[in-house]
């Protein structure tokens, strides 16, 4: 295994965590809300009552790369798989949110942080689902990426 150290960014992964952990108490202190993307994206379609909530987090999600970037510069993207993989992707990963009742962000922060033996499970499993896979991509099947 090789370790990429100039991707290694502890100060910065560190503030990054701090602010998820703090945008999730205060949705949760001040909403009553659990901040699952999943459970947010899904409550807007079809629309539902008091939907402001929502858009506002998700504005804020999309708002944030902007707003970095007026202090520091973006970190360079590289995707090093094809379109139809990332369709897939992206596929399984939403109907994998649906059969567990929610996403990394609502079990694997929110659930994990209150203890919760449904979020406990779920985080579980699907951590060792991506390890797998991740196993089976880049060894077995020859992918690479």
Request: hydrophobic share 50%.
């Amino acid at each position: 295994m090789n370790l990429d150290w100039s991707a290694f960014t502890p100060a910065s992964s560190a503030f990054g965590g701090l602010l998820v952990g703090a945008a999730a108490v205060l949705l949760m202190a001040g909403a009553g809300r659990i901040a699952g993307i999943s459970g947010i994206v899904g409550g807007l379609w079809p629309p539902q009552g008091g939907s402001s909530w929502r858009l506002a987090f998700l504005l804020g999600l999309f708002a944030s790369p902007w707003l970095y970037r007026a202090g520091a510069a973006l970190p360079a993207v590289t995707v090093e798989a094809g379109t139809a993989r990332l369709i897939v992707a992206g596929l399984l990963v939403g109907i994998g949110t649906r059969y567990a009742s929610g996403c990394t962000s609502g079990h694997g922060v929110c659930g994990v942080s209150r203890g919760s033996p449904r979020s406990l499970a779920a985080t579980a499993l699907f951590m060792a689902a991506g390890f797998g896979i991740v196993y089976v991509m880049r060894h077995l099947a020859g992918g690479g990426s």
